[in-house]
């Protein structure tokens, strides 16, 4: 079986600063990652996927997540984040080819003047 | 395009009431999705539709929840009787197949309160 562990509930970060928010899996299968975002009232927003190939994926609105296998993490980073950023973002994945998600428990991320 | 529907978008009922949520998917998936989310908690999966069957629903409690997909389009999800645990957002997704590569699009959901 899967789990997603996001070791955060909530990560403060003041806006123009540099942003990273840790996922970890636990899998004896070969694995498929993704991070989701949840703005106030809103259903999830795929941000970006790891699939297959380069360990590096770039993502929408700027945001970045590299898989370490070796680590069996997927942390999420951002350069410089913006007010628009504060929203909750969730870890996820899925195993053997199929589309069924395994979610973490979520990092509300909080942007500060 | 549009996206996933939902209805209502707000529902408050007493406890041992029923119960039930609309979901319209986005038009051609043919897969549709039931998550259940608990605040402080990730979505979890209740039930998966292929068309207008059932893939898995291994984590209904199926002694109180149902669902639905006649048709193989909309789809209701009804809780009876609701208990005060069954207080969550319950989002409705759709992808155009089941393999990893189908992204799951979410509806805005319903948020559930049982006093």
Not at chain 1, 4 to 33: G, I, K
Request: aromatic share 12%; glycine share 8%; charged share 15%.
């Amino acid at each position: 079986a899967q789990s997603v562990t996001q070791l955060d509930s909530q990560v403060p970060v003041f806006e123009e600063a540099p942003v990273e928010l840790r996922c970890n899996y636990s899998s004896s299968v070969s694995v498929y990652l993704f991070w989701y975002v949840q703005y106030p009232n809103q259903g999830l927003q795929l941000l970006l996927k790891y699939l297959s190939g380069s360990t590096l994926v770039k993502g929408i609105n700027g945001f970045e997540a590299e898989f370490n296998k070796s680590q069996t993490s997927f942390h999420l980073r951002k350069p410089s984040v913006h007010i628009s950023d504060t929203a909750e973002y969730f870890c996820a994945g899925s195993t053997g080819g199929g589309n069924k998600l395994t979610f973490g428990t979520g990092t509300q991320l909080k942007v500060e003047l | 395009e549009a996206g996933v529907a939902q209805s209502p978008r707000y529902k408050i009922i007493e406890k041992r009431q029923s119960v039930a949520f609309w979901c319209n998917p986005i038009s051609g998936h043919a897969t549709l999705y039931w998550y259940q989310q608990i605040l402080g908690q990730g979505p979890k999966l209740l039930i998966q539709f292929q068309n207008n069957g059932v893939v898995d629903d291994s984590q209904l409690p199926k002694d109180r929840f149902s669902a639905e997909r006649l048709k193989g389009v909309d789809s209701t999800l009804k809780i009876q009787p609701a208990k005060l645990e069954d207080s969550a957002v319950y989002l409705c997704a759709s992808s155009s197949g089941t393999s990893t590569y189908n992204e799951q699009f979410f509806g805005p959901g319903t948020r559930l309160t049982v006093l």
